[in-house]
């Protein structure tokens, strides 16, 4: 079974700073998939960045980026230049390359940027 | 535009008795799922259907029941609902199964009293 971990409940950052959010999973899989979305309080669950395991090169999309680590299954997301609206609870998900998509998710890290 | 919609975002109902919550995407998107979120355990999986009449279990099953008749539908049903089913719920689809991001819903709160 898959399981992703989270171990940081809670974090904050200052407006304009940079954050790191941890997260490790575990799989005996070897091609799959990594998420992080980001649920603001609107509740809404949104795609931040996605993570192809058999990629080397780390993804980004504007301010986010990921430190993918295959072998120490680990996937941590770097928010740089942390704006207000980026407070909101962020979850890392894993999904197996074939059959079914289910995802698997971490129980999330809240995020507060300070102003 | 693309979206999945869920109806009701809200809900309050009693314990037993029966209610539906709708899921509905416009994107011809062949693998549809729903997601309970309970704090401090993330989302986890309730069912899952990977196209028309065809449907199976994920992690959390128990008490509930879908049924995919229609492709661009995925409902999900409470046949006796129990306090222990209050929660948030998201209805998520994609393109198909394996590699596919998932799009989510706005998620319905329901409370069961």
């Known amino acids: 079974a898959q399981t992703v971990t989270q171990s940081q409940p809670e974090m904050s950052v200052q407006e304009a700073e940079t954050v790191t959010l941890s997260c490790t999973y575990d799989t005996s899989e070897n091609n799959y998939y990594l998420f992080w979305y980001k649920q603001p309080p609107s509740r809404q669950m949104i795609l931040v960045i996605r993570q192809e395991a058999y990629k080397q090169q780390n993804a980004t999309e504007n301010r986010f980026s990921v430190n993918f680590q295959k072998a120490a299954k680990s996937f941590s997301l770097k928010i740089s230049d942390s704006q207000l609206g980026d407070t909101a609870m962020y979850f890392c998900?894993?999904?197996?390359?074939?059959?079914?998509?289910?995802?698997?998710f971490g129980t999330g890290t809240r995020l507060t940027v300070i102003p | 535009e693309a979206q999945v919609t869920q109806n009701p975002r809200y809900l309050i109902t009693v314990t037993g008795k029966k209610l539906t919550v709708t899921c509905s995407q416009n994107m011809n998107h062949e693998y549809m799922s729903w997601y309970r979120q309970d704090p401090g355990l993330g989302l986890r999986q309730i069912y899952y259907s990977m196209n028309v009449e065809v449907t199976d279990k994920g992690d959390v099953p128990e008490g509930y029941k879908v049924s995919r008749k229609e492709k661009r539908n995925f409902p999900l049903i409470l046949e006796s609902p129990s306090p222990n089913q209050t929660s948030l719920y998201f209805c998520?689809?994609?393109?198909?199964?394996?590699?596919?991001?998932?799009?989510f819903g706005p998620g319905t709160r329901l409370l069961v009293l």
């Open positions: 998900a894993f999904m197996k390359h074939a059959g079914a998509n289910n995802l698997f």
């Open positions: 998520a689809s994609s393109l198909a199964g394996g590699r596919e991001t998932q799009y």
